[in-house]
């Protein structure tokens, strides 16, 4: 039996009514026909004790939880059942819902391993090993329990106070599965916890050990830390115990403010949390909070003082849209939404830019002609990237973009450039003009696209036709010139 101050025989402490669940009672009856007691565990009963609704559930067998798997699947007519040999647990994917069974178990890394180890235990045992007090309670299935609540290190307690803590020791349970480190700061997130201060410390303490954890782990539980509803807490956590400067350097790097003479700049890990936390009040996208978290990645690297202006960050909307895929490719995100964080990164300056009533319709053109598909998105993320604590200020820029989304408004109605393909392509140049593939083909089309954008010509075929054949002669002899030049 795993012992601990705080743990408590509670077996005669009843779990309030259990969900109206069609699996529950199947799984009730499958425990008394195999004579082997089942116990629904973990995210079930945490979120079902907090009123939340529940669909996937976790069952853990006294026994073989595969052999528990087969059955359960032969008793409900599930094709799909997913073996996972190495680790003892099987899954039935039901239409609507996943039912995964284990064994009652104990899970352990090594040193330099990153899988861990996996062996038999007691149910006790293996409410011992969960990471957190509130996934530590089960629900007992079989006839002579039913519906009795095992809660050895009081989770229901916990749950109350809105705690995360280790069942056992903090260094124990952080050493045998570090990544549990990343999973504390995520409930913290996503629940509103508060993090036990042993629990706490005991992150501080191993910190170090995530470096052993696989990045697609770590990588998952970062997306849902994006994914909370704030997700500044748990970045703060992450930086507060020391994680963060692991597992996501270039966010870490962002904290920190500096100040010469009476220039100072405002610290940018701050400032990139509110508004990551801005634009989450917008949007659920993950890409687009991710822009956001990625905005400013690069000041740090572009950081300058001068004496006149103070401290500047030139380029770094340009920098930072070139470390979008390095850092995609480290995190082992699908790289086909790096266009899209990198476009949002590059031009989120851009809008600001625009908001003077001096500024040319060409100049507009060029960003809704730029951003395309994206330009609600971008503009979504400037008005996030407003945090100010000045009233007046925040007015003023909303106002300002108001302004700017009304002419692009009318610029987009009449000229049509969200969607726009030049009116004239590459391969009519070459055919036309006898041309093979080179770099004049773009040269000419990047004529016609640059007087569309400058308002020279209509967004129309015959009007670009003709503006390409009054300006080919002389893009050509320019090209051929300067090839002779180089020759």
Request: proline share 5%; with cysteine; net charge neutral.
């Amino acid at each position: 039996m795993v012992k601990s101050d705080r743990s408590r025989e509670t077996k005669r402490r009843i779990s309030p009514e259990l969900p109206d669940d069609p699996v529950i009672p199947v799984l009730s009856k499958l425990s008394e026909e195999i004579d082997t007691p089942l116990y629904i565990v973990g995210g079930y009963i945490r979120d079902h004790l907090l009123g939340k609704s529940v669909k996937d559930i976790d069952v853990m067998a006294a026994g073989d939880g595969i052999a528990v798997a087969k059955a359960f699947a032969k008793k409900v007519h599930a094709n799909n059942v997913i073996v996972y040999q190495k680790f003892g647990t099987a899954m039935v994917t039901l239409p609507d819902r996943n039912i995964e069974f284990v064994g009652a178990r104990k899970e352990k890394y090594h040193e330099r391993s990153r899988k861990p180890s996996v062996q038999p235990a007691t149910v006790t045992e293996d409410l011992s090993r969960r990471d957190f007090t509130i996934n530590a309670m089960a629900v007992a299935m079989h006839s002579s329990e039913y519906g009795v609540l095992l809660d050895p290190f009081r989770g229901r307690v916990d749950l109350k106070k809105r705690v995360i803590r280790t069942p056992l020791d903090p260094d124990e349970t952080f050493d045998d599965d570090p990544l549990r480190m990343m999973r504390a700061v995520r409930f913290a997130a996503r629940l509103h916890f508060t993090i036990h201060r042993e629990t706490l410390q005991g992150i501080k303490n191993n910190k170090e050990r995530i470096s052993i954890v696989s990045q697609e782990r770590i990588t998952d539980e970062l997306l849902k830390i994006i994914q909370a509803e704030k997700p500044s807490a748990g970045f703060i956590l992450l930086k507060e115990t020391g994680l963060l400067e692991i597992v996501f350097p270039e966010v870490d790097a962002l904290a920190g403010v500096d100040q010469r003479y009476e220039h100072h700049h405002k610290d940018v890990f701050y400032h990139t949390l509110q508004v990551l936390d801005n634009i989450s009040e917008q949007a659920d996208d993950v890409y687009l909070r991710i822009a956001a978290l990625l905005h400013d990645i690069a000041k740090p690297k572009t950081k300058a003082y001068h004496p006149q202006h103070g401290w500047t960050f030139h380029g770094h909307e340009e920098l930072g849209a070139r470390m979008v895929k390095h850092i995609f490719k480290r995190f082992k995100l699908p790289l086909d939404h790096v266009p899209y964080v990198e476009k949002l990164v590059r031009l989120h300056l851009r809008p600001m830019a625009l908001v003077d009533d001096q500024v040319t319709d060409s100049a507009i053109r060029r960003l809704l002609f730029e951003a395309g598909e994206e330009i609600d998105d971008l503009m979504k993320l400037c008005r996030a990237d407003i945090t100010s604590k000045n009233p007046r200020k925040v007015k003023q820029y909303v106002n300002n973009y108001n302004r700017l989304v009304k002419r692009m408004e009318e610029i987009e109605a009449k000229d049509r450039l969200r969607h726009w393909q030049p009116p004239i392509r590459g391969d009519e140049i070459m055919e036309r003009f006898n041309i093979p593939p080179s770099k004049l083909v773009g040269l000419l089309k990047k004529a016609v696209e640059d007087a569309i954008l400058d308002g020279k010509i209509p967004n129309e075929y015959e009007a670009a036709l003709e503006y390409l054949y009054k300006v080919k002669d002389d893009i050509i002899r320019e090209y051929n010139e300067r090839n002779f030049n180089k020759s």
